[in-house]
C-alpha cells in the first residue's frame, strides 16, 4: 500500500542521524582501551535515556525513542567492530597507534602533542587526533629525531620528532 494512503498517525517518523565517522572500506576499527571504554559509557547512557523515556510514555516519545534506538544501532556496530589495541605491546621507541607524540614546529617555534588514536576518538580540541588522519599517516613508525613534512595547501609543514611516549592503562 502507498504511504499517500495511510493517516497521518499512522506513518512512522523516521529518525534522522547523523552517521558516525566513517572508516574507508577495509579499514579496521582500531581504539585505545579508553576509547572502547567511552564507546560502552555512550551505549550504557544511550540505553539509559530510551529506556526513561518509554516508561514515561511510548505513546508521545515514539520520535525520540525511535532516534535513540537509531544512535544506538549506530554505535553497536561500531563496537561490536572495535579492535582494542594494547598500547603496552606497542613498540615504545616508534610511532604507532596510541602513541603521544610531542613535535616541534620549527615555524611556529613550539611544541606540540598528539595522540593517534582511533576515529571515535578524534577530538583535535583534545590534541587526540585520528590514526586516518594526514598527519598520522606521516608520523606513523617515525622514531624520536625523525623529522617529517607535512604537505599542506598553505605550504609544507617541517616539525621534529622530539617524543614518543604510551599512556599507561590501569
Given amino acids: 500500500m502507498s504511504r499517500g494512503f495511510l493517516k497521518e498517525g499512522d506513518q512512522e517518523d523516521i529518525p534522522l542521524v547523523t552517521p558516525r565517522v566513517p572508516l574507508p572500506p577495509g ?70 597507534f596510541g602513541s603521544i ?23 583535535i580540541s583534545l590534541n587526540k587526533i585520528s590514526f586516518l588522519s594526514p598527519i598520522a599517516m606521516i608520523l606513523l613508525n617515525k622514531k624520536k629525531g625523525d623529522i617529517v613534512t607535512l604537505k599542506t595547501p598553505k605550504g609544507n609543514r617541517v616539525m621534529q620528532i622530539t617524543n614518543i611516549e604510551y599512556p599507561k592503562v590501569p
Fill in 27 to 96: 579499514a579496521s576499527n582500531y581504539v585505545t582501551p579508553n576509547g572502547f571504554d567511552d564507546l560502552k559509557l555512550e551505549q550504557k547512557s544511550l540505553i539509559e535515556e530510551r529506556k526513561i523515556l518509554m516508561e514515561q510514555s511510548p505513546e508521545q516519545n515514539h520520535v525520540q525513542i525511535n532516534y535513540l534506538s537509531a544512535k544506538l544501532h549506530l554505535l553497536d556496530e561500531r563496537i561490536n567492530s572495535a579492535k582494542i589495541v594494547d598500547l603496552a605491546r606497542q613498540p615504545q621507541n616508534e610511532i604507532h
Fill in 101 to 123: 607524540v610531542t613535535l616541534f614546529k620549527e615555524v611556529e617555534d613550539c611544541e606540540c602533542h598528539y595522540q593517534i588514536v582511533g576515529v571515535d576518538e578524534a577530538n
